[in-house]
């Protein structure tokens, strides 16, 4: 049974930075594509980041890349996200995903998700 487990959300200012964590259990991180998306209020799902490690890639929504880095832990079967210059446009429930694609940017073709966790960030 796949489980993904987010932390790390909570209340910044605009310019801080917050890194996520997304603890996997019951898969394999190199045989998926592992990716961060977040929904603000009112909004839909949308894509943050996203790597594959066979395919060597990570690749990054415009509004977020040079900011975001998305990296991970074998070790501790944990995949991150961390989130430099927060700006109050940021804030969103944030969501690990996991899918068998090799490019995945579409929440749909993700397969597995976490339950989120909440990052807002003040003006």
């Known amino acids: 049974q796949v489980q993904l487990v987010e932390s790390g959300g909570g209340l910044v200012q605009a310019g801080d930075s917050l890194r996520l964590s997304c603890a996997a259990s019951?898969?394999?991180?190199?045989?998926?594509?592992l990716g961060w998306f977040r929904q603000a209020p009112g909004k839909e799902r949308e894509f943050v980041g996203a790597?594959?490690?066979?395919?060597?890639?990570?690749y990054y929504a415009d509004s977020v890349k040079g900011r975001f880095t998305i990296s991970r832990d074998n070790a501790k079967n944990t995949l991150s996200l961390q989130m430099n210059s927060l700006k109050p446009e940021d804030t969103a429930v944030y969501y690990c995903?996991?899918?068998?694609?090799?490019?995945?940017?579409?929440?749909?073709?993700?397969?597995?998700w976490g339950k989120g966790t909440l990052v807002t960030v003040s003006s």
């Open positions: 790597a594959n490690w066979i395919a060597g890639s990570k």
């Open positions: 019951g898969l394999t991180f190199s045989s998926y594509t």
């Open positions: 995903a996991a899918g068998r694609g090799i490019r995945i940017t579409k929440a749909t073709s993700m397969d597995y």
